[in-house]
């Protein structure tokens, strides 16, 4: 036997019991004849005490040594609160050098000294950092609650295929050529989505997965090119039967994990949330809305609202309450350049003093225009208001990103606590730009509001699908929505976004021919796995949930791919690289 106990299992009532302990030496310090070690594992520091004749094979002994002793448990003298184990110390009768180790590149600590990159290379020394280790047990423990509860109501987990066919409209694909089928490739699958909804054509009634999902996708802190996600999918169902379940799941996480039993979630359509958050994923830890204060400027005489309001624009508004005093000049012409990275050509203020009204717009403005601004944003002695006048989506998304932005930069956000909100009633459709076309907001097999089929191709843009987000502060932890059930539906759809009858077939026939033998109402969701772990564990970086994450460049430092691969393997499959 290799070891008695682990090194965060004793405690004082195991005193003068005989063990046996193996782990990695976190810490040496010698004290004339004495030597102290801590020795490490997943579970905790235990610290051993070397006596002067026992001492000697590990004179060379360092940090990351493996070490398997024996010893007798004894109450230490000096108590340790912030340890476990700090009431008692091991005093070493045997000691065994299992490994040894060579100066690790950086330190094995929750505080290290190790810069991302380093981290990323060695991570399997990283992963010893205790920090990590709780991340990746609590990414286990929330799979098992997941299973646990939707086994509990009737579901059954199937893995779907990892090897697809490449379907368009949605991120790139990451292919696989096929050595047997030289010129054609699979494509490793961005979600289950076609798979889940034939499940359902063929009864499985209600499936969930932990999906591996890929995505060739540009990178940030809270993705990664290939993720974990909950999917699941119910036949016979609408929106209300989803999100309950989804938020009796949700309850039973935070309950277990966080101890704290959450409140009924909150609703808010689309619209308005762009147009109180200006985003689709708003933080609501902090109260700080905008304002479409278009109506106040009807007739104003400022050349630069009134340019705006005739070339179609809005003039959104948002009152940082007793703000004034809190930005510099310098700092308000660093926030004009923070919301021109959002498209906004200006920043506009207007703050009340005790001395009356200031700021760059006070001078353009009627006084009848200040007060109704006083009376409409409730502008009081001290807040500072800031404008943008722009094209709606403009205006919105950069005032909403400088209220994430100022939310985090004034200590707004009460950092315990956990907003959910359900972000439902989303456009069908946005135009691409670029390909001169609507494209599907969420993916084709949403389902459009049944009030708005007409407009599927008669008014596209105002055409409102049954699709759904959960969103949990200021991330987006889900997507979902009901799907489309009937081909004819499915059909017009896919023209509305100018795939015609034929291409539809051609890409789809393999799912949509299931349409035919009597496919049920359906719908779901699909979860950040990761994502919902990050925020859990309080970190704003899933590369600290995941165990051998990539870089923003899609690249494992450790095991150094991408890389190039024999030529003869290209050959094997018919591939020349340029």
């Known amino acids: 036997m290799y070891r008695t106990h682990n090194n965060g299992e004793l405690r004082l009532q195991d005193v003068n019991s005989e063990v046996t302990l193996c782990g990695w030496v976190s810490k040496r310090r010698n004290f004339g004849a004495l030597v102290f070690i801590d020795l490490r594992d997943r579970y905790g520091i235990t610290q051993l005490v070397f006596n002067e004749d026992i001492a000697a094979p590990i004179s060379d002994v360092r940090n990351e040594y493996v070490l398997q002793v024996k010893g007798t448990v004894v109450e230490r003298k000096d108590k340790n609160p912030k340890l476990e ?38 991570r399997y020394l990283d992963l010893r950092r205790p920090i990590l280790q709780k991340n990746l047990i609590l990414r286990n423990r929330i799979t098992l609650l997941v299973r646990n509860y939707l086994a509990k109501y009737g579901f059954t987990e199937v893995e779907t295929p990892i090897l697809c066919r490449s379907t368009p409209e949605g991120a790139r694909d990451y292919l ?17 989505q076609l798979y889940k909804q034939l499940l359902m054509v063929g009864g499985m009634d209600r499936y969930f997965q ?23 999918e119910m036949s016979f169902v609408d929106e209300e039967d989803i999100w309950s379940m989804t938020e009796g799941l949700m309850k039973e996480i935070f309950k277990d994990i966080k101890g704290i039993e959450l409140p009924e979630f909150k609703r808010i359509p689309y619209d308005t949330c762009m147009e109180k958050y200006g985003s689709d994923k708003p933080d609501l830890r902090f109260d700080m809305p905008l304002y ?7 007739n104003t005489e400022f050349k630069v609202f009134e340019n705006c309001l005739n070339e179609g624009g809005i003039i959104q508004a948002m009152n940082v309450k007793n703000g004034a005093d809190k930005f510099s000049r310098k700092q308000l012409d660093k926030l004009q350049d923070y919301v021109k990275v959002y498209g906004a050509k200006a920043l506009a203020n207007l703050k009340l003093t005790s001395e009356g009204f200031a700021g760059s717009v006070t001078k353009v403005l009627s006084d009848a225009e200040k007060e109704a601004l006083r009376t409409m944003l409730n502008i009081e002695e001290n807040d500072i208001v800031f404008f943008v006048a722009d094209k709606k989506k403009v205006a919105q998304t950069s005032l909403g990103a400088l209220r994430v932005k100022l939310g985090q930069d004034l200590d707004l956000i009460n950092k315990d606590a956990y907003e959910f909100l359900w972000v439902t009633d989303f456009p069908m459709f946005e135009y691409d730009e670029n390909e001169n076309r609507y494209v599907a907001a969420h993916h084709p097999f949403t389902s459009p509001n049944l009030e708005d089929v007409d407009k599927l191709m008669s008014d596209p843009a105002h055409c409102y699908s049954r699709a759904y987000d959960l969103v949990l502060n200021g991330y987006e932890l889900l997507s979902g929505s009901i799907r489309i059930h009937d081909q004819k539906l499915q059909e017009k759809v896919f023209e509305a976004i100018g795939m015609t009858l034929e291409e539809a077939h051609e890409k789809f026939s393999w799912f949509m021919d299931a349409f035919q033998y009597g496919t049920p ?21 899933i590369r600290d949930v995941v165990a051998f994450p990539k870089t923003a460049s899609a690249s494992d430092l450790m095991a150094q791919a991408p890389s190039p691969v024999d030529p003869a393997q290209l050959k094997e499959l018919g591939i020349e690289t340029k």
Do not use: W
């Open 521 to 541: 109402p359906h719908g779901g969701v699909g979860i950040g796995l990761e994502r919902l772990t990050m925020i859990l564990a309080g970190t704003d970086n």
């Open 176 to 192: 696989v050529p096929s050595r047997i089928s030289k010129g054609q490739f699979y494509a490793l699958p961005q979600s289950p």
């Open 210 to 232: 932990i999906a591996r999902c890929f995505r060739d996708e540009d990178l940030r802190a809270d993705r990664q090119p290939e993720f974990s996600q909950i999917d699941i």
């Open 85 to 122: 184990t700090g009431e008692i110390e091991v005093v070493v009768s045997e000691v065994k050098i299992v490994n040894t180790a060579i100066t690790t590149p950086m330190i094995i600590a929750d505080e290290t000294d190790a810069l991302e990159d380093t981290r990323l290379k060695y």
């Open 292 to 298: 479409n204060v278009s109506e106040v400027f009807a």
